[in-house]
């Protein structure tokens, strides 16, 4: 996440999760608690996400999905 103010301070902030905790779920919660907090910030600083790994977690458990249904299809036939 970068937050960049008017003069061109920015601030990198990372995040990361704990083994076992879920990414997509992680996320969540880091956006919700981004959208609070940037709430309070004067208009001028802004807030941009610069990595978001819930994209490739959700897409992975789909090919995953996808490989399996597959799967099943070759097997009845």
Do not use: H, N
Not at 10 to 38: F, K, N, Q, W, Y
Request: net charge negative.
């Amino acid at each position: 996440m970068r937050v960049a103010g008017p003069e061109g301070e920015t601030v990198l902030i990372s995040v990361s999760r704990l083994p076992g905790a879920s990414t997509p779920d992680v996320v969540a919660r880091v956006r919700a608690a981004v959208t609070e907090t940037a709430a309070s910030f004067p208009s001028s600083v802004t807030v941009t996400p610069v990595y978001d790994q819930a994209a490739l977690v959700d897409e992975a458990m789909r090919s995953v999905r996808d490989a399996i249904l597959l799967g099943i299809a070759l097997c009845v036939r």
